[in-house]
């Protein structure tokens, strides 16, 4: 799933190559992806792309007043092309849900893989028409988030911090594998109950927070949309690496399943060597 990271590359690498052309057409091949109607997905003709910018995982281009916005959920992709084909596409099983033809014949295509179509595209007057953008909580790279925020954030929440982290109307941009980046980073239980955390786990959990996400968002400055992927899965230590060395201490990455995801942790680094128990088997360790 595209975290903030990524979406935030893929912001910029749309300003340096998609500022100031005007939208020829869109052709929507999944019409289940766009989520508004009024304003139509045409009257995006003949505007141009002003700005830019990012609301937690959600992508915004400023199309002359209107915004064209996009979630790109767990399985969705943007794919950047010099030239795309003339003709329409056709609507078929494919992963190609929507295409943007720009005047100078270059454009990008949005995707989804797999059947769980997720996807989702708004044209609105005002970013905050979207529900999602609106229930947003604090962005963890803007100077107003510090670890004063997060601790009023934690405060009294007898919930797991595996699961703060994830929720987006608490924090913004932080997904299923970035949150275990930074726990493994504060060297923290996921299972930990937030209201717990003292004045230091907090300061340690702040730190791991901004240094993980804006290491991510250095190292994919400059990239290509189309290598944003892979430098996401090259830089994680350990969500996706379960079965795989810790590179920290060398122990064992081990996994807990949970619904349709896992996480991935290190019990040396974050558990005192005690593996979590599986949530789908029994209770919940704290």
Not at 258 to 275: E, H, M, N, S, W
Request: charged residues 30%; proline residues 6%.
């Amino acid at each position: 799933m595209p975290e903030l990271p990524e979406v935030e590359s893929l912001a910029a690498f749309l300003r340096e190559n998609a500022i100031g052309r005007a939208i020829a057409r869109v052709d929507v091949v999944a019409i289940s992806c766009l989520k508004t109607y009024d304003p139509p997905i045409t009257a995006l003709s003949g505007l141009s792309i002003t700005d830019v910018t990012r609301y937690g995982k959600f992508l915004d281009l400023d199309v002359d007043g209107l915004h064209l916005i996009v979630h790109l959920s767990r399985a969705g992709w943007l794919r950047w092309k010099d030239k795309l084909p003339a003709a329409p596409p056709r609507p078929g099983k494919g992963p190609l849900a929507m295409r943007v033809h720009l005047d100078d014949e270059s454009g990008f295509d949005l995707t989804e893989a797999g059947t769980q179509k997720r996807l989702a595209v708004y044209v609105v007057r005002d970013p905050q028409d979207v529900p999602g953008i609106r229930t947003l909580g604090p962005d963890p790279l803007r100077e107003e988030f510090d670890a004063e925020a997060l601790a009023s954030i934690l405060d009294g929440r007898r919930t797991q911090i595996k699961g703060v982290l994830r929720d987006q109307s608490v924090i913004a941009g932080i997904g299923n594998a970035y949150s275990d980046e930074v726990l493994h980073v504060a060297k923290m239980s996921p299972y930990k109950l937030a209201a717990s955390l003292t004045e230091d786990e907090i300061a340690t959990l702040y730190e791991a927070i901004v240094t993980t996400l804006g290491d991510a968002v250095e190292r994919s400055k400059g990239l290509a949309a189309k290598d944003l992927k892979g430098e996401k899965k090259s830089g994680l230590r350990v969500h996706g690496r379960a079965g795989e060395k810790c590179p920290v201490c060398g122990d064992t990455i081990r996994e807990v399943s949970f619904a349709d995801r896992a996480l991935q942790y290190c019990p040396t680094c974050q558990t005192g060597g005690k593996p979590l128990a599986d949530r789908r088997m029994s209770r919940l360790l704290k």
